[in-house]
């Protein structure tokens, strides 16, 4: 009896210390791990901010100053200037420059999201004829190079008369973008369960239904990624304005306007700095305050394919 009490009791505490080994042994190695990724992500943060911090601290310096010593020293002897703001503003021109940076960047960046997310949900709920073709033509499309694209393009809106105004950038970066951003959030979509689809239809809901009360609140995260991405995109954008605006009478916008002021200052550092500094604040600002929403719409779309 007292063999067979002893055996179980025996087992029982190995199975415990098994336990207790499998409980341990992980968070032992996250308590290790967890500074080396905060450590890692403290590198990344400080490989990140430096150019930018180097570019503010620079724009306020003098041109002497820019061109004898590099931009740390003003954090030892700090001698700073508004007047490079004040050149980079004058011939910049920065009301009609940033108006129409704005006019080219959000209904680019609305139409990409919107459509994005209807020709998503059509590929992903909906059956019609065609549907395989048209997801394959939408892959391919993602390998095409945009340079590709340029010279047609100038020669259909040469034809079309839309050479020169905004609307031409609008129909080529939406164009250019939707087939990533229908594969981004087709991945989304593709992961919302299909039970909630049965569910709307036994209610008697409409595909229209469905995809306003369903598929675009459940999708808010990955579209707001999307809209950042593509904010970003038209906003950086140098060569389409520079070739679907250049000779207009529309002021260009930021980016092409920062590259032209190499030429027209003589290659002043300094305003050059301060310039620049002013076409990536709002940028800088958005990624900033809209990051978390960004990291977990790019995570949900990957969850799918």
Known sequence: MSTTNTLPANTASQGQER?????????????????????IVVVFMIVWFTPVLGLFVGSFRTQSDSAATGWWHALIAPLFTGYNYQQALDVIGIGPSLATSLAITIPTTVL??????????????????????LSLLLVALLITPPQVTLVPMLKFFDFTGLNGTVPALWIYEVGFTIPFGIFLVRG?????????????????????????????????????????????????????????????????????????????????????????????????IIL???????????????VKG
Not at 114 to 124: E, F, K
């Open 288 to 302: 900033i305050t809209m990051q978390r929403f960004f990291v977990r719409g790019i995570l949900g779309g990957s």
């Open 19 to 39: 336990a207790h080994r499998m409980t341990h042994v992980p968070r032992r190695r996250l308590r290790w791990g967890r500074p080396i990724v905060h450590l």
């Open 112 to 133: 990409t999201t919107i459509l994005s997310a209807i020709g998503a949900y059509a590929l992903t709920r909906m059956a019609f004829i065609g549907r395989t073709v």
């Open 188 to 284: 989304f979509i593709s992961s919302i369960p299909g039970e909630l689809f049965e569910s709307a239809h036994l209610d008697g809901a409409s595909q229209l239904r469905t995809f306003i009360s369903i598929v675009l609140p459940l999708s808010a995260p990955v579209l707001a990624s999307l809209a950042i991405m593509q904010f970003l995109w038209a906003w950086n954008d140098l060569l389409s304005p520079l070739l679907f605006l250049g000779g207009s009478s529309v002021a260009q916008p930021l980016t092409v306007n920062v590259a032209g002021l190499v030429t027209a200052t003589g290659g002043s550092q300094a305003q050059l700095m301060a310039a620049t500094f002013i076409s990536v604040l709002l940028p800088l």
